[in-house]
């Protein structure tokens, strides 16, 4: 499949209470052509802050899930070509070179990968499961949507060939334990909800050995102990995020149970 080459990039951002992250990236995006920011009604100075850039339409949208909001963010985008970032991503010179020229040249790939630098207190990490993180960030959107299935961890569902860049994109995931535990914890919620709705039952023996195998795994196998206590922190926190799916899992089963008639 080929393209024109239409250079025109729009880049949306999904937020919510960003105050602390969103101007550095907003800042940064000087070559865009569009910027869209949904937001799930901050309470925060976020809106204040993106409304003061003239490059940024601001729309506020009830938040259901990450896949949801981000197809309807993209259902606002002008441009055929979508740079997707979350507002604790940036982007180096290198790597912003690197978009713009590989849109200019494109003539095969509907979507692009890119891997990402994870960030521990603004310090990079290494291991603990994160060495070969990538994700998709650019792509086609006449090519491309995210999966409905999945409520976090969302999936793009791409129709063409896929391509990856050469440059990292810098991920400022954890910023203190407790906004990175706050993370985790709705990312299982998320993640039981996508479980029940396919109507899977929770498991003792898993809610124990799932959690158990994914620290085990990502702290000795993927070298997370090489990390030193920021691993071990985020290999816990990660692990105890499973946790947490397999507990909500039980309790929605459990309501279901509560709120069905007596036969």
């Keep these: 499949m080929k393209y024109n080459h239409n250079t025109n990039i729009s880049v949306l951002i999904i937020t919510l209470n ?7 990236l907003l800042v940064d995006l000087d070559f865009a052509d569009e910027i869209i920011v949904v937001d799930s009604f901050s309470t925060d100075k976020t809106e204040a802050i993106c409304k003061s850039f003239e490059k940024v ?6 938040f259901e899930n990450y896949s949801s909001q981000r197809n309807f963010a993209i259902l606002h985008a002008k441009n055929d070509w979508i740079l997707f970032l979350d507002a604790d991503e940036r982007l180096t010179p290198a790597l912003k070179n690197e978009i713009i020229a590989t849109i200019k040249t494109n003539e095969t790939f ?8 994870f960030m521990f207190e603004g310090k990079v990490l290494h291991f603990s499961g994160n060495q070969n993180d990538k994700i998709f960030r650019l792509f086609n959107k006449n090519q491309a949507e995210y999966n409905t ?8 569902k791409v129709n063409g060939k896929i391509g990856v860049l050469k440059n990292k994109l810098i991920h400022y995931s954890y910023a203190n334990f407790q906004a990175y535990k706050s993370k985790t914890i709705r990312y299982g919620e998320f993640k039981a909800q996508e479980k029940f709705l ?4 929770p ?6 050995l799932h959690p158990a195998y994914n620290f085990l795994f990502n702290y000795i196998i993927r070298l997370g102990f090489l990390d030193g206590k920021k691993g071990l922190i985020i290999c816990y926190l990660n692990a105890n995020s499973i946790h947490i799916r397999y507990q ?11 709120l069905s008639p007596k036969q």
């Design 203 to 208: 498991s003792v023996l898993l809610n124990f």
């Design 110 to 117: 509907s979507a692009f990968l890119f891997y990402r630098t």
């Design 57 to 62: 339409t601001f729309i506020q949208n009830k």
């Design 198 to 201: 396919k109507k899977q039952k």
């Design 18 to 24: 960003e105050e602390n992250q969103i101007k550095p």
């Design 248 to 258: 909500e899992l039980e309790q929605l089963w459990k309501r279901q149970q509560q």
């Design 149 to 156: 299935d999945r409520l976090v961890h969302e999936k793009l």
